[in-house]
């Protein structure tokens, strides 16, 4: 079993800057793709990026591109969503999810979930 726990969401003014942490459980860490999601009130979840387990290929959403980096460090089983300029439209819930197969943006291709850290952003 798989667990994920996700960190450092808050209150932040638009332009401001966040970094989220989603600490993971076991020792195949590196084995795992990580992805984003986040789901705000009455949406649906929608990706955000992904990292491959070597941290070697990262995919982003459009809406994020330039903006938002991913990354993670194997050795402490974390992988991270440094959030820059954000705007109030980036407001929501974020997930950190194990990739399992399947279509890099889509949640089915997750099979492992955090509980979600809330992202606030003043305009």
């Known amino acids: 079993q798989v667990q994920l726990v996700e960190s450092g969401g808050g209150l932040v003014q638009a332009g401001g800057s966040l970094r989220l942490s989603c600490a993971v459980s076991?020792?195949?860490?590196?084995?795992?793709?990580m992805g984003w999601f986040r789901q705000a009130p009455g949406k649906e979840r929608e990706f955000v990026a992904a990292?491959?387990?070597?941290?070697?290929?990262?995919y982003y959403a459009d809406s994020v591109k330039g903006r938002f980096t991913i990354s993670r460090a194997n050795a402490w089983n974390t992988a991270y969503l440094q959030m820059n300029s954000l705007k109030y439209e980036d407001m929501a819930v974020y997930y950190c999810a194990a990739y399992r197969s399947g279509s890099w943006d889509a949640p089915s291709s997750y099979e492992y979930w955090g509980q979600g850290t809330q992202v606030t952003v003043s305009s």
């Open positions: 076991g020792r195949t860490f590196s084995r795992w793709d």
């Open positions: 990292v491959s387990g070597s941290g070697a290929s990262t």
